[in-house]
Nanobody, 124 residues
Framework: QVQLVESGGGLVQAGGSLRLSCAAS????????MGWFRQAPGKEREFVAG????????LYADSVKGRFTISRDNTKNTMYLQMNSLKPEDTAVYYC?????????????????WGQGTQVTVSS
């Protein structure tokens, strides 16, 4: 059983930064492809960023490219999302997700395990 716990969310002014963490309770973290998704009120959950098992390959949604950076530390069973130049439209609940299958990182259906989410609120 995979358990994912996000942390690091909060309230920040536009232009500010936050760093989200996702801690995984797994035996071998490096076998999982990982991703960040977000869901704003009244909207569907959307892909934000994804990272390969080794961390070498990453993918970003166009809306966050150049502002957000996804990374992972397989020795600590943890994934990160560094969010800079935050905008009010980044306000959402952010979820981390994991998959041990060969899947498209951007697809929600490719992930089997999800965290409970952490709220990020960006004020204007």
């Amino acid at each position: 059983q995979v358990q994912l716990v996000e942390s690091g969310g909060g309230l920040v002014q536009a232009g500010g930064s936050l760093r989200l963490s996702c801690a995984a309770s797994v035996r071998t973290f490096s076998v999982y492809r990982m991703g960040w998704f977000r869901q704003a009120p009244g909207k569907e959950r959307e892909f934000v960023a994804g990272i390969s098992r080794s961390g070498v390959s990453t993918l970003y949604a166009d809306s966050v490219k150049g502002r957000f950076t996804i990374s992972r530390d397989n020795t600590k069973n943890t994934m990160y999302l560094q969010m800079n130049s935050l905008k009010p439209e980044d306000t959402a609940v952010y979820y981390c997700a994991a998959s041990d299958r060969i899947v498209e990182l951007t697809s929600r259906s490719g992930y089997d395990y999800w965290g409970q989410g952490t709220q990020v609120t960006v004020s204007s």
